[in-house]
């Protein structure tokens, strides 16, 4: 599935460019938290997600009588992965240039 927020501020920044031009700094620091998002999308949080397993498992295998071994499992599914990530972008992209043509029309 594509990531939502991958979508969004790509095309935050696309729409940014498409009507100011992309040597404004609006731009420029649309541009920086598209990649900051997108980086946080595939990186930090997809590795979050897997320590999440690892933990889960961790717990799963302690004894019974462990003060922990009846807590409520982690959320796994965290993040996304590269493609996701950037279908996303594309989707983004695609989504604000039908925009910007059809605000022309």
Same mark, same amino acid.
């Given at each position: 599935?594509?990531?939502?927020?991958s &979508?969004?501020v790509? +095309?935050?920044?696309?729409?940014?460019?498409?009507?100011?031009? /992309?040597?404004?700094?609006?731009? #420029?620091?649309?541009?920086?938290l598209?990649?900051?998002?997108?980086?946080?999308?595939?990186?930090?949080r997809?590795? &979050?997600?897997?320590? +999440?397993?690892?933990?889960?498992?961790?717990?799963?295998?302690l /004894?019974?009588?462990?003060?922990l #071994?009846?807590?409520?499992?982690?959320?796994?599914p965290?993040g996304?992965?590269?493609?996701?990530?950037?279908?996303? &972008?594309?989707?983004?992209?695609?989504?604000?240039?039908?925009?910007?043509?059809?605000?022309?029309?």
């Amino acid at each position: 599935m594509p990531s939502s927020h991958s &979508a969004s501020v790509t +095309a935050l920044a696309a729409a940014i460019g498409f009507h100011d031009g /992309p040597g404004g700094s609006s731009f #420029a620091i649309s541009l920086v938290l598209a990649c900051v998002v997108m980086y946080d999308a595939f990186g930090v949080r997809l590795h &979050a997600g897997r320590q +999440a397993e690892v933990l889960n498992q961790i717990v799963f295998e302690l /004894p019974a009588e462990h003060p922990l #071994a009846d807590t409520r499992p982690l959320r796994e599914p965290l993040g996304h992965t590269p493609p996701q990530v950037a279908a996303g &972008a594309a989707l983004g992209f695609i989504i604000a240039f039908i925009l910007h043509v059809l605000a022309k029309l």
